[in-house]
């Protein structure tokens, strides 16, 4: 019987968790070490991330719709196992195509793109410097994502944590190499924080290469035969996954349209804006690990048919995740500045981020509780719905942009409440469509409980 307690939400979270510290860790290290070189490195990473980030959940887009179709298959009752070979094939087939021609896209476009969107020049010149290396870790960090997603459909997550562990180790190692230079190396700076995230993916892509080609069993899960393509699974993965793609391209496309108008309040704004981010990426680890549990979960407990356990099963999600969350937020909160001296020695900009921080805070409470009862909807296939939500609510949330930092010019303090307006729209319509069971009235995704 396929029941969820703390206990199991515990045994399949704290791996991703702990994957995801040490994945924010990585997006950290590099703002801590740019931080020390400088102001226009620093806001060049944040936008050049968000870049990558915008191509790359394109991809991931794809990699979660195949891995809830292998949850699926995975406890589905009477279930054939084989099947889910097919599905992670295919999909790692799908991404690496997607990779190869992203990089390409990004060479001859990326100088074009930034001039029309970056208004001062020696920040386009230092985006592109970053954009152009870092665009080949889409090809490793695509592939680990089909790999990483079969390991959380068949409830296997420990070895995802030991990969990112050995990705913060290269990353560190190879940031403190390049970009400071040494060993015969000269300085790389911005361009060394670029090549040294490629290098850590690679190596963690590797390590989880490994462990599935030598410790799962093959032949269980029909991995011995290799699917080149195939019309009708890319069909179904589409149906999953496009809508998946173009929520994650309007969120991560949102923010960027965020930091792309932060950036016309300045470099120092933009500098601040970074250092924020990446500390929220820090709160955010434990709904964002939560969130891709309770898709695995919402499908898993779907395919064995046990809707009924679907929204008791939500409570606990939050009920674990409650402690550390909010937690963060409140050790946060007593100790502001300490926190702000890790990113940077500049004593003014300390002093002139805390009050955008308190603001961050105070908006962003409620992203566990929106993330869980929002990535339900994915796992109950209800993605039609979640687009149209995610489609209101990024309207709503440029339209705030738009107004607050681009009309009105707004203190960086006020910039923030833009994120309350997103999240205190999307938490209400997720939670009413979950509770009131509107999710199980005819199943979207029939052909995907038959993967």
Known sequence: MITYSYRKIADISWPLILGMVIQTLIGTTDTIFLGHVGEVELGAS??????????????????????????????????????????FWLTNNVISGLSIAAIIAIYFTAYNILRLTIAQEVLQSAILIYCIPRSFGLIFSGVKSVMSGFLVAINTTRHIAIASVILLVANIGFDWWLIFGGWGIEPMGLKGAAIASVLAEAGATIYLAGYIAWRINWRKYGFDKFLLWHRELFREIMLMSSYIMLLSFLGWGTWL?????????????????????????????????????????????????????????LKRIFKFGALPYYGGFLILAIWPEQFLGLFTDDAA????????????????????????????????????????????????????IRIIIGVCRADLEWCYLVDLVYYATALPIAYFYMQHGYWQDGFNCKKAATA
């Not at 968000?50 to 995975?74: D, K, P």
Request: glycine share 10%.
């Open 257 to 313: 349209y965020f930091f792309i108008e932060i950036e016309k309040l300045g470099v120092e704004a933009l500098a601040i804006s970074n250092i924020l981010k990446s500390m929220l990426s820090f709160l955010c680890i434990v709904a964002s690990s939560l969130a891709t549990v309770t898709t695995s979960i919402v499908s898993t407990l779907i395919g064995a048919g046990k809707n009924a356990e679907v929204l008791p099963t």
């Open 46 to 87: 944040a936008i050049g991330g968000l870049f990558y980030l915008l191509v790359y959940m394109i991809e991931h887009g794809f990699a979660t719709g195949g891995q809830i179709l292998m949850a699926r298959r995975f406890g589905r009752k009477g279930r054939n196992l084989k099947k889910i070979g097919n599905i």
């Open 349 to 400: 900009l300390i002093e002139r981020a805390v009050g955008p921080l308190y603001t961050m805070l105070a908006a962003n409470l409620i992203i566990l509780p929106e993330s869980i009862y929002f990535y339900a909807l994915f796992g109950a296939g209800r993605l039609k719905f979640a687009l149209i939500t995610e489609v209101i609510c990024s309207v709503i949330y440029i339209a705030a």
